[in-house]
């Protein structure tokens, strides 16, 4: 049995430089069938739950920018590792909850697909996905990257580090994951539809009180066995029952699995809202139960679990690499949900220590796709033999995602921030625009809304239906609320600068504060406006300087502490900490899991992520009725109405997020036409033969 282990320190050839492969995991998130294929179709359409952090080096303070990207790049890891894998837990945490919202119709009795809203855009004899080159060819190696490392070979437990890969997205690819099917497969240019893969179909009665899976004869797992009613139930119990905690709290409104034949299952539904536990159902990996048969489900895994995929691990070096290898007899290779898809005949990842060790070997060859997530490197470091002779391309990618609220979370427990008017005060101290011309380039755009770059995102006013919704709780928000759109400050010059901060010192005098000695007290107590914004990187420290600078000309004394990431989920989850660098989850379908992201109940759970401690009737009240909408258009209305509810109760001072994907790529590839809308779908590339580049060295060749 293979042992994982912490990786050597060890040199990549051909001028890589000095790796040390690390045990560190990188962000998480999935990209069905691309990056991060079972964490995708469990997800749908989420970013992924993370603490993203940005750090730099101002250039006005005469030194070189250090980037926000890098900072933003391993903040993920903040999230992903505290506690026993958080990423894991996270990933499908998120991506299980997402689907929970409301849905209307189904496709029918013996349906090729289901969708939450409508009807699936494409018909049962569809041939493949539009984003796809049904005649791409097969062939030739995609080598991909990785900061950190991986202790284990189980992606779904939830315990340990498994192994990622940075594709051509936002988020990494679940490399176990690419070895293993799921009932139904997810399209990425729809928000929440799904097509049979292991099921070739599916029934329901109209009351949606249970749901039977009819199984393909021809679904097999890679040691030939057929995949069964029997794999599909074990499948299920296990993970409701050892399976991360998201995971398990989605599965518990089905009452139970039957196996109505071989190749046939039932599961029965309770009580309760159950529209979206098809697409729940359908999105779990089905796990072989021969094979698990002796193993402990809930133990790191040092040898690859038998999956039914399109590819299978062909070699792992611990701490350093994966190779997965394409199954050339893969069972679905002629379904209409792969046909297009996976035509690299292997996948290898290398996995290193730092984000410049890792830009040094992609100059020189070692990997091919690289995300970028630096403005600084973007706008500058792309200045290399082989892009300038253009072996290597540039590439700025639309993407059409919904992009997750970041920013800098009070923590509401603490009576500094009861008052909204302190909020807002600090809201106003903090200065996006200098700051992006500054240090980001002017690559970046100020989040705006909680589900920013969608039309979820809530319009200036609200509309007559939205407007019906929140009078419920008129006298419970602010009245401006109706008649007024949310806004954040405008720091276009160095006037508008200080006419906020003007303004903010205005609030903090209507709030009971008061000026004494050039500092800031409680008006009542004397008490001294203190606070710490707690992270889990050094790099915050350059990004905040001028935010401090600004509270500091506002008497309030602030610093930033940085501390390791484990003490940083610690205090977290304890809620021991004045101000936290967070990001939470967005999804184009959202629904139940918005209560444990902004719900009261939440407030107090260490596992949850309502870091800010969030209590309002009037967002548990809408998050109910956003999770029982009827259709597609009654869910945007009533997820408008939850994000002016989020948005005027200024919980959050809101950062930014980027426009598009900064791909860089060596010039080896044919790529689709069309792109998803959650950004490029990397396992829909193929080599092409005519764009054959001796620069670009296969590093198991290169390597001494």
């Not at 427990?413 to 807002?424: A, G, I, S």
Request: charged share 25%; proline share 7%; aromatic share 10%.
């Amino acid at each position: 049995m293979l042992r994982l282990r912490p990786a050597r320190r060890r040199l990549c050839g051909s001028g890589g430089g000095g790796l040390l492969a690390a045990l560190r995991l990188s962000p998480p998130g999935g990209h069905h069938r691309g990056s991060g294929r079972i964490a995708h179709r469990l997800a749908g359409r989420t970013a992924g739950a993370e603490v993203g952090r940005q750090g730099y080096r101002s250039r006005r303070q005469g030194g070189a920018r250090r980037d926000h990207g890098r900072a933003r790049q391993s903040g993920r890891r903040a999230l992903t590792r505290s506690g026993v894998a958080k990423s894991i837990v996270f990933l499908v945490t998120a991506a299980l909850l997402l689907l929970a919202g409301g849905g209307e119709s189904r496709a029918g009795q013996g349906a090729h697909a289901l969708a939450l809203y409508g009807t699936p855009k494409y018909p049962p004899d569809f041939k493949h996905f539009d984003y796809v080159n049904p005649d791409a060819p097969k062939g030739g190696l995609l080598r991909l990257y990785q900061l950190g490392g991986f202790d284990t070979l189980n992606p779904f437990s939830g315990i340990g580090h498994p192994p990622l890969a940075r594709g051509a997205t936002a988020r990494p690819i679940d490399l176990i994951g690419l070895t293993f099917d799921s009932l139904l497969a997810r399209s990425e240019d729809e928000p929440a539809s799904a097509y049979g893969l292991i099921a070739e179909s599916f029934e329901w009665d109209r009351a949606n009180r249970w749901l039977v899976f009819n199984l393909r004869p021809e679904a097999r797992f890679h040691d030939g066995s057929a995949i069964t009613a029997d794999d599909v139930l074990f499948s299920f119990e296990t993970l409701r029952n050892s399976g991360p905690p998201g995971l398990k709290a989605s599965l518990q409104g089905v009452t139970r699995g039957e196996k109505l034949a071989d190749r046939k299952v039932r599961f029965i539904f309770g009580p309760g809202e159950t529209r979206a536990l098809p697409l729940v159902l359908g999105s779990l990996p089905i796990l072989s139960k021969s094979w698990w048969q002796g193993r402990d489900f809930t133990r790191p895994l040092a040898e690859p679990p038998l999956g039914s995929g399109p590819y299978a691990v062909q070699s792992v070096d611990p701490g350093r690499s994966v190779v997965l290898v394409r199954a050339q007899d893969y069972w679905a290779k002629d379904l209409p949900v792969a046909t297009g898809l996976y035509n690299f005949d292997r996948i290898r990842t290398d996995f290193f220590a730092d984000s410049p060790a890792a830009f040094s070997a992609f100059k020189n060859g070692a990997y091919d796709v690289r995300f970028e997530w630096e403005s600084r490197k973007w706008a500058t470091g792309y200045v290399f033999p082989a892009l300038t002779r253009g072996l290597v391309n540039k590439l700025n990618i639309p993407n059409r995602r919904t992009e997750p609220m970041r920013g800098f979370a009070f923590n509401l427990r603490n009576p500094l921030w009861r008052d909204p008017r302190t909020r807002r005060a600090l809201i106003l101290a903090f200065d996006f625009e200098s700051l992006n011309h500054d240090l980001f380039y002017g690559l970046y755009r100020r989040a705006g809304s909680y589900f920013a770059k969608s039309e979820l995102a809530a319009p200036e006013l609200p509309s007559d239906e939205e407007t019906l919704l929140l009078e419920a709780f008129r006298g419970q928000v602010p009245d401006e609320l109706f008649a007024k759109p949310y806004s954040l400050p405008d720091n276009a010059d160095h006037a508008q600068r200080q006419r906020n901060l003007a303004e903010a010192a205005h609030l903090l005098s209507e709030a009971g504060w008061t000026m004494k000695k050039g500092k800031l007290v409680d008006g009542q107590g004397g008490k001294p406006f203190v606070f710490e914004i707690l992270v889990d990187d050094p790099s915050w420290q350059p990004i905040c300087k001028d935010f401090l600078s600004a509270l500091h000309h506002l008497g309030i004394q602030a610093s930033v502490h940085a501390v390791e990431e484990a003490e940083f989920s610690r205090r977290r989850a304890q809620a021991e900490f004045d101000m936290i660098v967070a990001r939470w989850p967005a999804s184009e379908t959202p629904g139940t899991e918005q209560r444990t992201l902004w719900g009261s109940a939440a407030a107090d759970q260490p596992d949850g992520l309502n870091w800010a401690g969030i209590r309002s009737p009037a967002i548990d009240r809408t998050i109910d009725a956003l999770a029982a909408s009827p259709d597609r258009q009654t869910l945007v209305t009533r997820t408008h109405a939850l994000d002016r509810l989020l948005l005027w109760g200024d919980y959050v001072i809101p950062q930014w997020y980027m426009p598009e994907d900064h791909v860089a790529v060596w010039d080896k590839f044919g790529i689709p036409a069309v792109t998803p809308d959650q950004g490029a779908e990397v396992l829909a590339w193929w080599v092409a033969p005519e764009k054959s580049k001796p620069a670009a060295k296969d590093p198991v060749k290169a390597r001494p």
